[in-house]
């Protein structure tokens, strides 16, 4: 991750500079590795950058030959070698870096240039010749992105990775919709990425599940996200998606060893597997995918780190340990207490910009894993986020009334997760940077989930929730193919993160709620809040925390998330009657 702030039409660029660099250092815990700055007419674009592919040579903002288009970039783009290579027009490329591809993309297809890349972005680039900006933002919203205008300089537009960033200069903010384009030509927000499923919601699939094509789909996703020149590992709860995730990622580890191996002893090599550059890739050269699905990358750590964290002995770490050994994965099981997570509270809101009671919940241990992971020296993780929305994997998913309600609700889920875990996993990782990425959100993955007939992802008396994904990995029926998985954790029931880590941690934040927010003050909620009146006083009380931080027009950008079809409020996956654990008070 990469933190960007930019201002088009600013009606003195120059003496805004200062305020722009300032902003942009408010973000500077997403790109501790460099600062760079671009003006051009009248617009700046500042980025604070986190170094993993191109690393040598990738500074930004990135500016062709001519100086005419600047670019500054938050993400990955996956498919860069393929996109090099099919460019028309010859283009001098200055750098390694994936996000360079973009500037000949606009110069050939201009506006739809978003739609030929497959990565996580958001990015600003400037047309000088035009005097033009184009603003994008990946299809699902994995990168935090967000826009704002201001009263007392009405001409202009921002962007910025990050609400804090943008709240002292602006009084008008939108989170970037995802799978969006600007254009300052027309001052529109278009939308390019329009796949059927999700653009006709009442039209419900009627495909049978292809087990193979979900399999290999999501293979081909994993893959793809091992590009990288830094060490990487996975982030390893134990539960279904991030098991698979780690599965999938130390096959491809160990794969890469063997071939790595073979070609060193074909030279003489003495090294082994250790920092060598994998499947033909040299240093100097591009990492990535090329056409034939193949990786070029490299690989730091001889072996596949894993992360997990929770509470002493929390359902968790027990879990994520025995995946571990069973890939065989260097792991790393970090402990937190309460007192540790209720002390990290308000940094935590600070730097998720929200009050959304699941998102903090969940957000505390990942946050706190992910400075212990930075500490070891490594910058990106893989991490599970999305599956859930994809299948139906939240436990609430088991009173859907039919197939095209949950078809329905699965497609609401996936277009909220900018808001909910994409926003999540993005800043509780960014804020220590690290970058964490998501395969189960990669395009061609979600266009082969997303049109299974949802009759085959309902939840029955014979069918846990997520069963046509565990069913594609599970390889009993093929003697010559190793587990992908134990089948206690490949057919484990769900845990939201925040339940998994230890159900203590719940409990403690409601208890110390009690003791913050009286009923008195239940009663009269602030007047500025307007009708977003918290339930619970476990979220008055991070509302409080919020406003703290920012100003109270930012919570526009916020949305609380809650469980549909249940009487529920309480978010936890405990709280829904068919969990295991459920509370004695579920209904």
Not at 234 to 253: K, N
Request: charged share 25%; with cysteine; glycine share 6%.
């Amino acid at each position: 991750m990469c933190g960007i702030f930019a201002c088009h039409c600013h009606p003195d660029v120059r003496k805004f500079k200062p305020t722009a660099l300032k902003m942009g250092k408010a973000v500077r815990h997403r790109g501790p590795d460099w600062s760079g700055n671009w003006i051009a007419n009248n617009t700046i674009l500042v980025h604070e950058r986190l170094s993993i592919v191109g690393v040598d040579s990738g500074a930004q903002p990135l500016v062709n030959d001519e100086e005419t288009v600047s670019l500054a970039v938050n993400g990955e783009i996956y498919n860069h070698r393929i996109l090099r290579k099919g460019l028309k027009t010859p283009y001098n490329f200055k750098t390694h870096s994936d996000c360079e591809v973009i500037i000949p993309l606009y110069l050939e297809h201009d506006i739809d240039a978003p739609r030929h890349l497959d990565g996580m972005f958001s990015w600003v680039l400037h047309d000088k010749t035009q005097d033009r900006v184009i603003a994008a933002r990946d299809p699902i919203g994995i990168t935090t992105f967000y826009m704002g205008r201001s009263s007392t300089t009405p001409g202009a537009v921002f962007f910025a990775s990050e609400l804090k960033c943008l709240h002292p200069v602006c009084d008008n903010i939108i989170s970037f919709p995802p799978g969006h384009v600007y254009d300052s030509k027309t001052d529109k927000l278009t939308r390019y990425y329009d796949p059927k499923w999700l653009m006709e919601p009442t039209n419900v699939p009627n495909t049978p599940v292809d087990y193979m094509a979900l399999r290999t789909t999501f293979e081909n996703s994993v893959r793809k996200r091992l590009m990288a020149e830094v060490p990487y590992g996975v982030l390893l709860s134990g539960g279904l998606d991030s098991s698979l995730v780690a599965s999938i990622a130390q096959r491809e580890t160990l794969r890469m060893n063997a071939l790595a191996e073979e070609r060193a002893s074909r030279t003489n090599g003495t090294n082994g597997t250790n920092g060598i550059e994998l499947d033909g890739h040299a240093k100097g050269h591009l990492v990535g995918i090329d056409d034939s699905n193949e990786l070029a990358t490299v690989q730091i750590l001889p072996q596949l780190h894993s992360f997990s964290i929770g509470l002493p002995n929390s359902p968790d770490g027990v879990a994520a340990r025995k995946v571990a050994d069973f890939l065989g994965t260097k792991h790393h099981t970090f402990t937190f207490t309460i007192e540790d997570g209720l002390n990290a509270l308000s940094d935590v809101i600070y730097h998720l910009e929200s009050y959304d009671v699941t998102t903090i919940r969940a957000s505390t241990p990942m946050f706190l894993l992910s400075r212990k992971i930075k500490a070891l020296g490594v910058k990106m993780v893989l991490s599970g986020e999305g599956s859930d929305e994809i299948f139906g994997g939240y436990l609430y998913f088991h009173a859907a009334p039919d197939k095209a309600a949950f078809h329905q609700e699965t497609i609401r889920r996936v277009e909220n997760l900018h808001l909910a875990d994409c926003l999540r996993a993005n800043k509780s990782t960014s804020a220590w940077g690290v970058e964490a990425r998501v395969p189960f959100l990669d395009k061609a993955f979600l266009n082969v989930a997303m049109n299974v007939d949802p009759a085959e992802k309902m939840i029955t008396k014979d069918r846990i929730e997520k069963y046509i994904l565990r069913k594609a990995f599970d390889t009993k029926d093929e003697p010559d193919n190793k587990p992908y998985l134990p089948d206690e954790i490949l057919w484990r029931q769900k845990e939201q993160f925040s339940d998994g880590v230890g159900y203590g941690w719940i409990d403690a934040l409601k208890d110390n709620a009690e003791l913050h927010v009286t009923d008195e003050m239940m009663k009269n909620p602030k007047p500025e809040w307007g009708e977003d009146i918290p339930d619970s006083k476990e979220a008055y009380w991070y509302r409080c925390m919020f406003d703290e931080h920012f100003p109270s027009y930012c919570a526009s950008t916020v949305m609380r998330w809650t469980p549909t079809w249940s009487k529920q409020t309480d978010p936890s996956g405990r709280a829904i009657a068919i969990h295991e654990k459920k509370y004695e008070s579920a209904e």
